[in-house]
C-alpha cells in the first residue's frame, strides 16, 4: 500500500506561485515504473490533470498550464513538488496528487486526499 500526502498553502493572492508538495510513503516501489500525478477539482467542475512525472525522468504537462506548472521528484526524500506560477482566481481548486504504478496487468492508482488552495485578493 502507497500513502499519499499533499501538503502547501491554503490561501494565495493573484499572481503568487503556487507550490504543493506531496510526500508519499508506504511499500517501497518495487515496479520499473511509476509516474506521480498531479490532478485538481475546481469548483463544480470535473476533475482536471495538470503534469505527471515518471519516475524515469520523463514529464507530461498539460498544454493549457505548460508555461506556468513545473514538477519535481525529491527520489531521496520520497517528495514530489508542483509549482504553479501566476495564479489567479481560476486556479482555487482542491489539489490531488497521485501515484499510478505499473503491475503486469495493468496499473494501480493511489490518491492523497487533496488540499484546497483559494487564490483570492
Known amino acids: 500500500q502507497v500513502q499519499l500526502q499533499e501538503s502547501g498553502p491554503g490561501l494565495l493572492k493573484p499572481s503568487q506561485t503556487l507550490s504543493l508538495t506531496c510526500t508519499v510513503s508506504?511499500?517501497?516501489?518495487?515496479?520499473?515504473?511509476?509516474?506521480t500525478l498531479w490532478i485538481r477539482q475546481a469548483p463544480g467542475k470535473g476533475l482536471e490533470w495538470l503534469v505527471a512525472?515518471?519516475?524515469?525522468?520523463?514529464?507530461y504537462t498539460s498544454p493549457s498550464l505548460q508555461s506556468r506548472i513545473r514538477i519535481s521528484e525529491d527520489t531521496s526524500k520520497n517528495l514530489v513538488t508542483l509549482q504553479l506560477a501566476s495564479v489567479t482566481p481560476e486556479d482555487t481548486a482542491v489539489y490531488y496528487c497521485?501515484?499510478?504504478?505499473?503491475?503486469?496487468?495493468?496499473?494501480?492508482?493511489?490518491w492523497g486526499q487533496g488540499t484546497q488552495v483559494t487564490v483570492s485578493s
Open positions: 497521485a501515484r499510478r504504478i505499473s503491475t503486469d496487468s495493468g496499473y494501480v492508482e493511489y
Open positions: 508506504g511499500r517501497p516501489e518495487t515496479t520499473l515504473y511509476y509516474r
Open positions: 512525472k515518471t519516475n524515469q525522468g520523463a514529464t
